[in-house]
């Protein structure tokens, strides 16, 4: 059964920065297309950013434009997330989700709460 | 950029069916995948590609979309079946790529 499991979140001042990873198992990471949705306190999913199985192909959302950056090591069968002058909005639950298309988002992970506050 | 618009909430019996709409404009045209997110755990994928349903998912679970609506159609109501819904679709024609709808809470009475 495929796995994605989280990690890296925690309390960060806003301004400061933060690294998410994902990593995958039991299943050909390589060949997935992979992404990171967040869910607020109170408010429904949202969409971050996607990245290619290749790795060069990158969107992301307005909200987090030129703040985060995804990428990915297929040889370690891992996702990442840097994100930079976090903001207090930028609080959530963060999780990586994916599968052999764009779309839809097959498997996702538990996910890693981020909070952003001083 | 491309805007989906959910109820907020849905309230149905419990053995009677609940209908959740995703309105967006011309979404007929475009693929639509529902997801089910329980308290504290992950989204789950129920119906992709507007009527498709993943291995697992329960034929209760069933799909739809034309015009400017697409439905998810949950049959014969479980209390299990007690989740937030969204859809989503992917538009290639919009920066933002992948949206999603504001979500519904389902209620089972």
């Known amino acids: 059964e495929v796995q994605l499991v989280e990690s890296g979140g925690g309390l960060v001042q806003p301004g400061g920065s933060l690294r998410l990873s994902c990593a995958a198992s039991r299943f050909s990471f390589s060949s997935y297309e992979m992404n990171w949705v967040r869910r607020a306190p109170g408010k429904g999913l949202e969409w971050v950013s996607y990245i290619s199985s290749s790795g060069r192909t990158k969107f992301y959302a307005n909200s987090v434009k030129g703040r985060f950056t995804i990428s990915r090591d297929n040889a370690k069968s891992s996702l990442y997330l840097q994100m930079n002058s976090l903001r207090a909005e930028d609080t959530a639950i963060y999780y990586c989700?994916?599968?052999?298309?764009?779309?839809?988002?097959?498997?996702w992970g538990q996910g890693t709460l981020v909070t952003v506050s001083s | 950029s491309y805007v989906l618009t959910q109820p907020p909430s849905v309230s149905v019996a419990p053995g009677q069916t609940a209908r959740i709409t995703c309105g967006g404009n011309n979404i007929g045209s475009k693929s639509v995948h529902w997801y089910q997110q329980k308290p504290t755990q992950a989204p789950v994928l129920v119906v992709y590609d507007d009527s498709d349903r993943p291995s697992g998912i329960p034929e209760r679970f069933s799909g739809s979309n034309s015009g400017n609506t697409a439905t998810l159609t949950i049959s014969r109501v479980e209390a299990g079946d007690e989740a937030d819904y969204y859809c989503?679709?992917?538009?290639?024609?919009?920066?933002?790529?992948?949206?999603f709808g504001g979500g519904t809470e389902l209620t089972v009475l």
């Open positions: 989700a994916g599968g052999p298309k764009s779309y839809p988002f097959d498997y």
């Open positions: 989503q679709v992917w538009d290639s024609t919009s920066d933002q790529h992948v949206v």
